[in-house]
């Protein structure tokens, strides 16, 4: 058992939506340490070019902006990628979006918006791709993860209905395309994160002492503990995980009940 390898990246292509900023980003550097050509795609492409080349610095990383919550969007990006590359080793769909606002006022827009990007992209974009990811699953499985999140395992008191529900539909869908395509060598798996400093999460970037108060951990995640959880499922040593959902979250979710 070679323990370098069983988490190396190397040689591996990787693609990340949402991957300019954040829990998107944490995934890119570690990617790239581990070895892997990276290509990041965002929908502002002065944000994503700018993130692609500081992770320059780091190894091969690619600006692919795109707007994957429409469908359109979504073939942008395969042709993008295409122009690269011929195969796909590992997909992560991280882009997300969400919305809160009162169970009476909740908007019909605030809805169609998270549950679009959130569950309807990772679907249609896996679909996409998969041509890509069969044509790299030769000597070693294809992957694609799914960013799910601890919102979609356990309940959140914030109004953020179409969010939770997205998240936990995410989950769900996870297991129902590992089944498809594992015989296809792609293992599908999740990852549902915590509270991390993001843009998306505003109270950990900003106030972290006083959201560690509340979780079991002591602390908001780092980047290491986002990397860490992506590479091992997109490694060697993540193979035997088909369908399942890592929750990193520090134990909020089990504090919750």
């Known amino acids: 058992m070679n323990i370098d390898q ?8 990787a693609l990340i939506t949402g991957g300019s900023r954040g ?3 944490m995934m890119a550097e570690g990617f790239l340490r581990a070895g892997a050509r990276v290509y990041i795609s965002a929908r502002k492409a002065d944000a994503c070019d700018a993130t692609a080349r500081e992770l320059l ?3 091969p990383c690619v600006s692919l902006p795109a707007d994957v919550s429409t469908l359109e969007g979504v073939q942008q990006l395969v042709a993008a990628y295409q122009q690269h590359e011929k195969s796909l080793d590992i997909l992560v769909n991280n882009a997300g979006a969400a919305w809160g606002a009162a169970y009476d006022e909740f908007p019909e827009s605030g809805w169609d918006k998270v549950v679009d990007l959130n569950m309807k992209t990772p679907f249609f974009l896996t679909q996409a791709l998969t041509p890509l990811l069969k044509a790299a699953a030769t000597d070693h499985l294809a992957k694609v993860i799914n960013i799910a999140s601890i919102d979609g395992v356990s309940n959140n008191p914030q ?4 969010y939770q529900a997205s998240k936990a ?18 293992a599908v798996s999740a990852i ?3 509270a991390f400093a993001s843009t998306m999460n505003k109270d950990a970037r900003d106030h972290a002492d006083e959201v560690a108060q509340r979780i079991p951990a002591g ?6 503990d986002m990397a860490g959880a992506a590479i091992y499922l997109a490694s060697r040593a993540g193979d035997y995980v088909t369908g ?5 979250d520090g134990g909020v979710t089990w504090a919750r009940g």
């Not at 069983?6 to 292509?13: D, E, K, P, T, V």
């Not at 539909?169 to 792609?186: F, Q, V």
């Not at 399942?244 to 990193?248: E, K, R, S």
Request: aromatic share 4%; charged share 20%; glycine share 12%.
């Open 6 to 13: 069983l988490f190396s990246l190397q040689g591996r292509s």
């Open 23 to 25: 829990i998107g980003r």
């Open 57 to 59: 610095a780091i190894g």
């Open 159 to 162: 109004e953020t209905y179409s």
């Open 169 to 186: 539909g995410l989950i769900h869908l996870t297991r129902r395309m590992a089944l498809k395509l594992a015989p296809e060598r792609i």
């Open 192 to 194: 549902a994160p915590g």
């Open 219 to 224: 602390r908001i995640g780092t980047p290491e």
């Open 244 to 248: 399942a959902t890592l929750v990193v």
